[in-house]
């Protein structure tokens, strides 16, 4: 009852949202999972309906509710779904449907692939539009393809799509301001949200954006100036903001602050602000010591000792010396001695800092000083911070980019600390000078990272910095302002923004680049930077392409960002000089990007003269919230500003027909795919968007727009297999999804051969297979054999089990001959259904005849297939049989079986089928295979289905 009573409140805020939004939205309706939808597979999971490829079999997961209450017209269903693992791979998962009972047609489709679930565990929204007639009945339809754990909460039918990227690109839609400033309640800065970096977390919206912290950075010793952070505010309506405070503070910030007055003492008196002792009243001794904390986090920190001296100039002699002692371990952890002449000051504080790693939980700190009778002395305070003195970044800790993965945020930011230096400034041209201090120029900033497993207390890794400046080029002044994303392969990606010469516009201008890897410690740049540059001349973006939002994934497959751009610095001011606005640009790989043709998206804000803040219109970022697309801008250097992306009136033509080719395999190089058009019922259809790889999904062959045309050919190369997908534009420039993928053709060496000549071949030959028996189907592969039972082998179809495919159809196979784990060789094939079936029985074998021995077996070069140690006979693995014996070692998944020959068979089991108990005496079908246990090749036995094991 409590989940339920929660569920309807966070749909109920989905419903606030909406109406506080504005958007065009005449009707919603909200179909529970587990309440309002029909089910073929799975179960009630918590606040949704789930399925499990250990329990379930592909099936529909949920159907319903055959409402006739859906508005006429335009209408989107957002399915509400999470998966248990998501990675970059194109499988399909689910398929979408928007069903008409009342035609019986299903009146749009989409089938979803793993890549685009973006976290695992979480809920995500996937839309699916549709056009609905006056009084039919409609079904929502999910259904599953036995390939990962999935989990549907509820589908939300609302009666006009929401507008997204792909409708603004094509210019049907536009943004509306809802707002020029935050309403921001609790903040604790100077600033309302200003360069934010956004997550959607559950039904909240996080930003981490710029706050101000009014600390004395200690050195140097006379700043108090405020410095820039990192603050979190949270929306659950992405209109109005609650702040909650500062999340990650700048370096030296002392996260543990411990009076000298609280402290042990063996000598002095409380003094005013501190603990003191003088030579008059006092001998040597410990001034303080304490406080035996064990509160300490493990790690690097700095402990600074805050002093006042009497006389900074009489001799050089140590006036105190200072420790961090760990009483636990009975260990000094770091030391110092302090010299009169170290004091930059009297009367006033003074800073010492040491450097040590705490060993964490368990050990108890004491930070001591040792008074040498020399001077007076009053100790104000011991702080210890994260991180080692100097830090990188005690001048500022901003502009920050967040990313969630596996419960983890990964906060990059922007960091810049002091340096000695007293000449050369790399700060976008601003000097800093505070006085009385020979600590004046900031450092070139970098990219550094901070983490977290609650999005509230993050941790600066101890291997910073992420990201440097290179000495020379585009870049060489500084990084900064940096996004964290991951490539479609899976590797890390850091959109970061350079400053220096570019000979793109001014003379130093700020552009976009990234740089990836698999590790956020060594990534590499792309050689392709800046890949969002300037443009000369331009009247918004000749000076800066900067700052950008968050990477957003719209129906189409493709990837769009904002980012900030302003015209050339001139004159002293610089680039607070300049005019600025907001942009956008797509990307089909995250890698390359296309500039919208219509830039900028927002007016020109030109800077007022004698302005001394960047302003207007920059900073930006974006966020889909409740299938929403808000984006947020500077309205000037303390407030944002508010736009949402509405519609235009648009229409989508129809999916085009799954394009066909020759059939599973050919010798020839040439390939031809075909589908059928599309139709849209407005403006017409002009053309498709036409992909063509060698995996499904994939593009690595052909990307492009193709007119007029319901065929392409493309040139291929020998054993790879190809895939073909289309998508209509219409004349609007309104794009359908994307048809289904082929189902494959393979450019092979050798046709016309049986199965057992293609398992005499060399790994990775390719082969072509005419009219095979389907003998065995499992979940992501089946099982080919001749008719005479000479032969079978394993297939494994790259794009999925082919529809209806079943035992005893008839297919053609075209593809590579390859190994599994288990050292059973299998082909990675193209496949076509063939009309026709034939009859499969099973070969009767005792146990010791199943597996057998090497069939044109090879080490070097790896040709054929190894049979089972140990044995003699025929090799017979890959094909259907049946055999008998007494069970042992039933698990409820397998058990093994002796027909006592002393010859034990792993029997698996599928899906839903139960072992028989240890002892039963049972026959049993199923393929011969096998798998490898302690360096052994053993007999295993493959079953169809739980009716195929039979009790004697």
């Given at each position: 009852?409590?989940?339920?009573?929660?569920?309807?409140?966070?749909?109920?805020?989905?419903?606030?949202?909406?109406?506080?939004?504005?958007?065009?939205?005449?009707?919603?309706?909200?179909?529970?999972?587990?309440?309002?939808?029909?089910?073929?597979?799975?179960?009630?999971?918590?606040?949704?309906?789930?399925?499990?490829?250990?329990?379930?079999?592909?099936?529909?997961?949920?159907?319903?509710?055959?409402?006739?209450?859906?508005?006429?017209?335009?209408?989107?269903?957002?399915?509400?779904?999470?998966?248990?693992?998501?990675?970059?791979?194109?499988?399909?998962?689910?398929?979408?449907?928007?069903?008409?009972?009342?035609?019986?047609?299903?009146?749009?489709?989409?089938?979803?692939?793993?890549?685009?679930?973006?976290?695992?565990?979480?809920?995500?929204?996937?839309?699916?539009?549709?056009?609905?007639?006056?009084?039919?009945?409609?079904?929502?339809?999910?259904?599953?393809?036995?390939?990962?754990?999935?989990?549907?909460?509820?589908?939300?039918?609302?009666?006009?799509?929401?507008?997204?990227?792909?409708?603004?690109?094509?210019?049907?839609?536009?943004?509306?301001?809802?707002?020029?400033?935050?309403?921001?309640?609790?903040?604790?800065?100077?600033?309302?949200?200003?360069?934010?970096?956004?997550?959607?977390?559950?039904?909240?919206?996080?930003?981490?954006?710029?706050?101000?912290?009014?600390?004395?950075?200690?050195?140097?010793?006379?700043?108090?100036?405020?410095?820039?952070?990192?603050?979190?505010?949270?929306?659950?309506?992405?209109?109005?903001?609650?702040?909650?405070?500062?999340?990650?503070?700048?370096?030296?910030?002392?996260?543990?602050?411990?009076?000298?007055?609280?402290?042990?003492?063996?000598?002095?008196?409380?003094?005013?602000?501190?603990?003191?002792?003088?030579?008059?009243?006092?001998?040597?001794?410990?001034?303080?010591?304490?406080?035996?904390?064990?509160?300490?986090?493990?790690?690097?920190?700095?402990?600074?000792?805050?002093?006042?001296?009497?006389?900074?100039?009489?001799?050089?002699?140590?006036?105190?010396?200072?420790?961090?002692?760990?009483?636990?371990?009975?260990?000094?952890?770091?030391?110092?001695?302090?010299?009169?002449?170290?004091?930059?000051?009297?009367?006033?504080?003074?800073?010492?800092?040491?450097?040590?790693?705490?060993?964490?939980?368990?050990?108890?700190?004491?930070?001591?000083?040792?008074?040498?009778?020399?001077?007076?002395?009053?100790?104000?305070?011991?702080?210890?911070?994260?991180?080692?003195?100097?830090?990188?970044?005690?001048?500022?800790?901003?502009?920050?980019?967040?990313?969630?993965?596996?419960?983890?945020?990964?906060?990059?930011?922007?960091?810049?600390?002091?340096?000695?230096?007293?000449?050369?400034?790399?700060?976008?041209?601003?000097?800093?000078t505070p006085s009385s201090s020979s600590w004046s120029i900031p450092k070139p900033q970098t990219v550094e990272l901070a983490t977290s497993t609650d999005g509230l207390n993050f941790v600066k890794s101890a291997n910073n910095p992420v990201l440097v400046a290179n000495s020379t080029g585009w870049e060489r002044n500084n990084v900064g302002t940096p996004t964290l994303q991951r490539t479609i392969g899976g590797d890390w990606l850091l959109y970061y923004h350079g400053y220096g010469p570019s000979g793109q516009g001014g003379a130093d201008d700020c552009q976009i680049g990234y740089a990836s890897g698999s590790n956020l410690f060594s990534l590499t740049k792309s050689s392709?930077?800046?890949?969002?540059?300037?443009?000369?001349?331009?009247?918004?973006?000749?000076?800066?392409?900067?700052?950008?939002?968050?990477?957003?994934?719209?129906?189409?497959?493709?990837?769009?960002?904002?980012?900030?751009?302003?015209?050339?610095?001139?004159?002293?001011?610089?680039?607070?000089?300049?005019?600025?606005?907001?942009?956008?640009?797509?990307?089909?790989?995250?890698?390359?990007?296309?500039?919208?043709?219509?830039?900028?998206?927002?007016?020109?804000?030109?800077?007022?003269?004698?302005?001394?803040?960047?302003?207007?219109?920059?900073?930006?970022?974006?966020?889909?919230?409740?299938?929403?697309?808000?984006?947020?801008?500077?309205?000037?250097?303390?407030?944002?500003?508010?736009?949402?992306?509405?519609?235009?009136?648009?229409?989508?033509?129809?999916?085009?027909?799954?394009?066909?080719?020759?059939?599973?395999?050919?010798?020839?190089?040439?390939?031809?795919?075909?589908w059928t058009p599309s139709t849209d019922d407005r403006s017409g259809v002009v053309g498709y968007n036409c992909q063509i790889g060698t995996s499904p999904g994939a593009s690595d062959v052909f990307s492009g727009y193709l007119v007029n045309t319901l065929s392409t050919t493309v040139t291929g190369s020998m054993g790879n297999t190809y895939y073909c997908r289309v998508q209509a534009m219409d004349n609007d420039g309104n794009l359908s999804d994307w048809s289904g993928n082929s189902d494959g053709i393979a450019i092979v060496e050798q046709t016309g051969i049986d199965i057992a000549t293609a398992k005499g071949l060399a790994r990775s030959k390719s082969v072509g297979l005419?009219?095979?028996?389907?003998?065995?189907?499992?979940?992501?592969?089946?099982?080919?054999?001749?008719?005479?039972?000479?032969?079978?082998?394993?297939?494994?179809?790259?794009?999925?089990?082919?529809?209806?495919?079943?035992?005893?159809?008839?297919?053609?196979?075209?593809?590579?001959?390859?190994?599994?784990?288990?050292?059973?060789?299998?082909?990675?094939?193209?496949?076509?259904?063939?009309?026709?079936?034939?009859?499969?029985?099973?070969?009767?074998?005792?146990?010791?005849?199943?597996?057998?021995?090497?069939?044109?077996?090879?080490?070097?070069?790896?040709?054929?297939?190894?049979?089972?140690?140990?044995?003699?006979?025929?090799?017979?693995?890959?094909?259907?049989?049946?055999?008998?014996?007494?069970?042992?070692?039933?698990?409820?998944?397998?058990?093994?079986?002796?027909?006592?020959?002393?010859?034990?068979?792993?029997?698996?089991?599928?899906?839903?089928?139960?072992?028989?108990?240890?002892?039963?005496?049972?026959?049993?079908?199923?393929?011969?295979?096998?798998?490898?246990?302690?360096?052994?090749?053993?007999?295993?036995?493959?079953?169809?289905?739980?009716?195929?094991?039979?009790?004697?």
């Open positions: 009852m409590k989940n339920a009573v929660l569920k309807t409140v966070m749909l109920l805020a989905c419903l606030v949202l909406f109406a506080a939004a504005g958007t065009a939205f005449a009707s919603q309706q909200i179909y529970q999972a587990e309440s309002a939808l029909s089910h073929n597979i799975g179960r009630s999971d918590g606040d949704g309906w789930s399925a499990s490829i250990l329990k379930d079999s592909a099936g529909y997961l949920c159907y319903g509710p055959n409402t006739t209450q859906t508005t006429a017209g335009m209408n989107c269903a957002s399915f509400r779904m999470m998966i248990d693992y998501r990675s970059a791979a194109t499988g399909k998962i689910v398929r979408l449907e928007a069903y008409d009972a009342t035609t019986g047609l299903v009146i749009a489709t989409r089938e979803v692939c793993r890549y685009e679930f973006l976290v695992k565990y979480t809920y995500q929204n996937f839309a699916l539009n549709f056009s609905a007639n006056t009084g039919h009945s409609l079904e929502f339809r999910v259904y599953w393809y036995d390939a990962a754990y999935i989990k549907l909460d509820c589908v939300v039918v609302t009666s006009q799509a929401a507008a997204t990227l792909d409708d603004y690109w094509a210019g049907n839609a536009v943004w509306t301001q809802l707002a020029t400033e935050v309403p921001m309640d609790n903040v604790t800065s100077g600033y309302q949200m200003i360069y934010p970096s956004m997550v959607v977390e559950g039904d909240e919206i996080w930003a981490y954006y710029m706050g101000l912290e009014w600390y004395m950075c200690q050195e140097p010793d006379l700043d108090q100036n405020g410095h820039q952070v990192v603050n979190r505010a949270r929306s659950s309506d992405g209109i109005n903001w609650v702040d909650d405070g500062i999340v990650l503070h700048i370096g030296g910030y002392p996260a543990w602050t411990f009076q000298a007055e609280n402290l042990y003492h063996g000598i002095g008196r409380a003094e005013g602000v501190g603990w003191s002792a003088n030579t008059t009243d006092d001998s040597a001794g410990y001034l303080c010591y304490g406080p035996y904390t064990n509160s300490i986090t493990a790690g690097p920190m700095e402990a600074d000792f805050v002093f006042q001296i009497d006389d900074n100039t009489l001799d050089s002699s140590v006036v105190v010396s200072v420790d961090v002692y760990d009483a636990t371990a009975g260990a000094v952890l770091a030391s110092r001695s302090i010299g009169r002449k170290e004091f930059k000051s009297t009367g006033a504080d003074n800073y010492f800092h040491l450097n040590f790693t705490s060993p964490g939980a368990g050990h108890y700190l004491e930070f001591r000083t040792y008074w040498y009778d020399k001077a007076r002395i009053l100790q104000n305070y011991v702080g210890i911070a994260e991180g080692s003195f100097p830090h990188s970044d005690n001048f500022y800790a901003a502009y920050a980019g967040i990313y969630k993965e596996s419960g983890i945020w990964y906060l990059v930011y922007e960091a810049c600390g002091y340096t000695l230096s007293s000449t050369s400034n790399y700060a976008l041209g601003s000097a800093y392709s930077n800046p890949v969002i540059p300037t443009v000369a001349d331009s009247n918004w973006e000749s000076g800066t392409t900067g700052k950008r939002s968050q990477i957003i994934q719209a129906p189409s497959g493709h990837y769009y960002m904002a980012y900030e751009g302003s015209t050339d610095a001139t004159g002293t001011l610089g680039f607070n000089a300049a005019s600025w606005s907001t942009g956008l640009a797509r990307s089909l790989d995250k890698l390359s990007w296309t500039k919208y043709s219509n830039n900028p998206m927002l007016p020109i804000v030109p800077t007022n003269p004698g302005e001394t803040t960047f302003q207007g219109n920059n900073g930006c970022e974006m966020v889909v919230f409740n299938g929403v697309t808000y984006l947020y801008v500077m309205a000037d250097f303390t407030h944002e500003a508010i736009y949402r992306l509405d519609n235009v009136d648009t229409t989508g033509p129809t999916v085009p027909g799954t394009p066909t080719d020759a059939g599973a395999y050919t010798t020839d190089t040439s390939l031809t795919f075909n005419a009219s095979k028996s389907v003998s065995a189907l499992f979940s992501d592969y089946f099982y080919i054999q001749e008719s005479n039972r000479s032969a079978g082998i394993m297939v494994k179809p790259a794009s999925g089990i082919p529809a209806g495919l079943a035992v005893g159809n008839l297919v053609n196979v075209g593809g590579i001959i390859a190994i599994n784990s288990n050292y059973e060789l299998y082909i990675d094939a193209a496949v076509l259904l063939l009309p026709g079936t034939t009859s499969i029985k099973p070969l009767g074998l005792a146990n010791k005849a199943i597996g057998g021995s090497d069939f044109q077996y090879s080490a070097l070069p790896e040709i054929g297939q190894i049979g089972i140690t140990g044995a003699h006979g025929l090799n017979n693995i890959g094909l259907l049989v049946q055999t008998w014996g007494r069970v042992s070692q039933s698990s409820g998944t397998s058990f093994f079986l002796d027909d006592g020959s002393s010859v034990s068979i792993k029997v698996v089991l599928p899906n839903g089928a139960s072992a028989p108990a240890d002892g039963k005496y049972v026959k049993t079908t199923g393929v011969s295979s096998c798998y490898v246990s302690e360096g052994k090749v053993l007999r295993q036995l493959l079953v169809r289905d739980a009716s195929e094991v039979v009790e004697l």
